[in-house]
């Protein structure tokens, strides 16, 4: 009893210290709420600031104002078919520092774009690159009469097709007030790597930026100390150093972490470093660094290897908006999105092609996905967003970050660096992606556009590395050398970081190897030019090639498990995105491979988890016969006539057993298992074995009949099966959440989806109805999708069309706003469950 007694005492004191000391670092203040909110018609940035703003509109960010307006087919496809425009905003606050002992900056974590910004009239600075992170000192121009600061942003997305994709618009990610000491430790201010790492005890190095902005010099003792996960203490060290008025200096504390719980993709362990300054006793700053502790490791011989484990990335590539959200994605609806792909196998994440928010790569790290972080996706040339090849014409509504890469480049690389390079999943950075296409007469280089080759797609050379090397050189000067160029941008990361490496994603990898861009690069990234990695490692043996974009094919995932050096491939694309759909309407996105925009599972998704889960596994999807595939007369076999049913993601199978008498129907099973059987109302329609199966998708072509449809395979006692059945007519909506209780934070989500069934209760995917939420309480209405890539119908509403017999509502919390929730769905004839939600 008395030692149990104890161990409470000494877990009480823990927690005390550890409240202290986090308690001590409340320097970082939410500054999301009670901004307004106007969009204007001119681009002229105001002359009188701050603005008249009693009659905007009231709002809170993270804030995307183009997901707020109707598709519309007159604009661009190449970012989803919504607006741009000018947009202002405006937050009142009083003066949250004593001016003269202590300081303040204003933190944004992404604006798009071409954003200007002003404390009380007087410029602050701006930001045209919509992707990184910004900050600014307001200090000196703060009140110190007692009246209220007013804090203007001007935002310009009149060129609102100046992505290849959807961008958003506005101040879509999280605003943060940073109040100080004068003297403190800068944002950004720490860097933590672990140059030494065994069972028994890690090496911990932490270098801390501490910088004087009073009128003397400095005396202070620089205090760090480590805690665990369980908050536990686990390391401490203390320097005293000086710092003069108007310096900063840089110190390095050598830590040590005994028995190290190591971030790996299982067991994603964090630890955070708590660095407090202390001058004449008292603690004037605090800084919170939360970090992993892990090895990485690549080689051009075996691979990857993360804490000396060899692992694939299995990854894929999204972008940085969130459906029906647009750009200002919601923690909780990534939080959904990277569980669903964790859950299909995925690992790795290309943020492609752009910095993504602070709050994405806490989650990877918090989840245990590694991540490559890219940067640009223009260099010094523009690219024609509706095509994706180098600028075809100008065009106002076109012209994008091109315009400001000369000025703004190293800035806006070095900010997103400094943000992210503490965090543990992050393990490569990416300088840019298909960048060749953007620079005059590279491609040729190549050889694979000469008169007469069939194709540049994925197609072994015609000529040899030293023909490509002597076209390089015959090339006539030009402004920008892509070479020069990439140099420098891997330089500035080096900079910053050399724990990582650096790649680029090559769209001509065999050009860029003859021009010298790939010598630049740690890790050259090939997309997708998979039959190109034993050419170019034949006349580049020093080189260390790997996937940084696929198309989703066998030969893709092959080519990693029989070449060592193959460690990674990055699916185009993870989850559907708005834009890419130039002149595609009423398609608005790209149909990705394994979620689509409302987070729904597609049939990509068993396709995927059959190869990269190692777990038995098998899924049926069906739908109709097609010209691309034929049936064997004799053996009732489904022959593959098109090439392109050798990617996974190119299925349009569907989970249903609904079909015409005696239809002609295909059976798609996705199975690891070597061999599966098909079965339709207990009677068995054979065996097929993933030998004969070149894209490892067993087939069945079967007539039509109504009943059950199951696949079952395995070995004794460790079958699996799946069913399908076929349904009636949907009698009922049935409402199901991911959440029942939300903090009333204002920022926690809960996911209620809507689902046809019939009398059985079975999911009706075959039919769709209009239908209509009612939400009755004290909560957020973000919007609603049915997930389909053809879907124009307005987001932010509470009624729709469904999809496959289904919608998703995404409800979020209001701040301090309590109580239970109530979620019902009407449409005619058809009855609905009520869902309940309680903000506490």
Known sequence: MRNQVVKRLISFFVLLIVGNAINAQERTHDFNFDWKFNLVKDTKIPANIPLEDAKWRNIRLPHDWSVEFSFDKELEGATGYLPGGVGLYQKHFKTPVDVKNQKAFILFDGVYNNATFWLNGKKLGENPYGYSPTYFDLTNKLKTDGSENILTVHVDHSRYADGRWYTGSGIYRNVKLITTDNLHIPIWGTYVTTPEITNAKAAVKLETKVKNDGGKRAKFTLSTKIYDGNNVLVANQENTSRVSSGKEIAITQNLEVLNPKLWDLDTPHMYKAITEVVCNGKVVDAYTTPFGIRTIEHSKEQGFF??????????????????????????????????????????????????????????????????QAEIFDEFDNPKDKRWNMQEREPDYITEGYTNHFQKWAESDLKRSILRDRNHPAIFEWSIGNEIEWTYEHYRHVSGLWDPGAKSYWNRIPNISAKEMQDRYKALPDRKYKLTETAKRLAGWVKELDLSRPVTANLIIPVASLASGYADVLDIVGFSYQVNQYDWSKKNYPNMHFTGNENAGTWEEWNSIIEDPMIYSMYMWTGIDYMGEANRKWPNKGWDGDILDFTGFKKEGWDHFKSIWVNKPHVSVGTYPVKDSLMVDELSGKVKIQSAKFLKWNNSRAQKNWNYKKGQTVIVEVPTNLHKAELLLNGKSLGWRSLSGSPDRILRWAVPFDPGTLVARGGFDGHEVEYELKTTSEPVAIKLTTDKTSL??????????????????????????????????????????????????????????????????????????????????ATSPKLKSNLVMIEAK
């Not at 590539?317 to 200002?328: E, M, R």
């Not at 910095?355 to 918090?366: T, V």
């Not at 119908?793 to 109580?819: E, F, I």
């Open 743 to 824: 903090d009333a934070d204002g920022y926690q989500v809960a996911h209620v989806v809507a689902q046809l069934v019939d009398k059985d209760g079975l999911a009706v995917t075959t039919e769709n109805v209009k239908l209509s939420f009612d939400v009755e309480g004290d909560i957020k209405v973000l919007g609603v999708d049915n997930g389909a890539l053809d879907n124009i119908q307005d987001y932010q509403t509470n009624s729709l069309v469904t999809s496959k017999g289904r919608a998703l509502l995404l409800v979020q919390s209001l701040k301090n706003k309590k109580g239970a929730v109530i979620i019902k």
């Open 306 to 371: 993360l804490n000396g484990k060899p692992t694939f990335a299995k990854g894929v590539c999204i972008h940085h908006d969130g459906g029906l959200v647009g750009a200002a994605v919601p923690k909780g609806v990534w939080r959904r999105r990277i569980q669903a792909l964790k859950d299909a196998g995925v690992n790795a994440i290309r943020t492609s092609h752009n910095p993504f928010s602070e709050e994405f790569y806490d989650l990877c790290d918090e989840m245990g996905i590694l991540v």
